[in-house]
Nanobody, 116 residues
Framework: QVRVVESGGGLVQAGGSLRLSCAAS????????MGWYRQASGKARELVATITSGGTTNYADSVKDRFTVSRDNAKNTVYLQMNSLKPEDTAVYYC??????????WGQGTQVTVSS
């Protein structure tokens, strides 16, 4: 099995910053991409940012220029640096490990709450 462990969520004031981490371990077949999704209460889960093993990134329009996704392939770890946080960023953030020819794995979710 693959274990996916997230950390770094918390409560911050608007304008503050948080850094999320997500580390995968266990039977890693081959990671094609890693990323972050979020789900606000009562809303559908949405893409925040993704990064391929080659370093190509993609961001939701709502977080461009504020969030930065990065990864350490050797450590099977993906990060999300979140700056200039807004109340609308409040959500549970989920890490995704997307593999080639193997199941995807999701992290347990970490709560990010941004107060006004």
């Amino acid at each position: 099995q693959v274990r996916v462990v997230e950390s770094g969520g918390g409560l911050v004031q608007a304008g503050g910053s948080l850094r999320l981490s997500c580390a995968a371990s266990g039977n890693i077949i081959g990671i094609a991409a890693m990323g972050w999704y979020r789900q606000a209460s009562g809303k559908a889960r949405e893409l925040v940012a993704t990064i391929t093993s080659g370093g190509t990134t993609n961001y939701a329009d709502s977080v461009k220029d504020r969030f930065t996704v990065s990864r350490d392939n050797a450590k099977n770890t993906v990060y999300l640096q979140m700056n200039s946080l807004k109340p609308e960023d409040t959500a549970v953030y989920y890490c995704l490990i997307h593999q080639i020819g193997a199941p995807d794995y999701w992290g347990q979710g970490t709560q990010v709450t941004v107060s006004s």
